[in-house]
């Protein structure tokens, strides 16, 4: 077991569980859909390594110093303001779509909010498969449940914020959660809206993308439809 300091980064998907329906068919298609948006997220991380997919939510690392310090919140929101793009652009494109299921048009009430942390962790590598573990890896997991109002946001640790506090030019919220095991804890977040700043609107999906993502939903939803595959979401209410 190794250890160090990271940047912690999860980002979660909103609405997830309302998002997964009982019916086959809009169970099928929503895992596919939410595959497809994970992907795309991680895809727009380089430089950040993907430890873990949970449920509905990507824990992501990076070593801390692979990062300078004082740019490390500027780091995580622009990854941030990536990520949060490629989700909702494969959004997009899945309920442009034309499958009427509620596994593809429900997405559109999906939302994508961040978390991100700097602290200590432990490496344990298990049959080549990385994972972390100690008390930061738990804060910035706890950080999840957290009083912010918004949708959309770019939640940071008070250790985070305090690296480069300075930096930040979009408005910053205070809040103080009640965590479990750690008592109140302060928090910085930031809308992710004022972090995009003017940056151009998503393309509209074209006649050929909305065909191809329809086929996509189709095609890989039917393993999960014929059982032969479980969604992540059964899996995880086990």
Known sequence: MESGRAVLLIADISGYTDYMSSHRM???????????????MIDAAPGFDLIEIEGDAAFLSRQADAVETDTAILEILRVAVTMHRAFHLERQYVTANLCPCTGCKGAADLKLKFVAHIGDVAIQTIRERIKL???????????????????????????????????????????SPELEGFGTVRAYFVDVGDVEGSLPPLPAPSWQGRLGRTAVALGLGMPYMLGLRRSRHAASAR
């Open 26 to 40: 809009s169970l099928a298609h929503a895992e596919v859909n939410t595959a497809r948006m994970l992907e795309k």
């Open 133 to 175: 573990v100690g008390i930061d890896v738990i804060l910035v997991h706890r950080l999840l449940k957290n009083p912010v109002a918004i949708p959309e946001y770019v939640l940071l640790s008070e250790e985070l914020y305090r690296t480069a506090e300075d930096s930040l030019s979009a408005p910053v919220h205070e809040v």
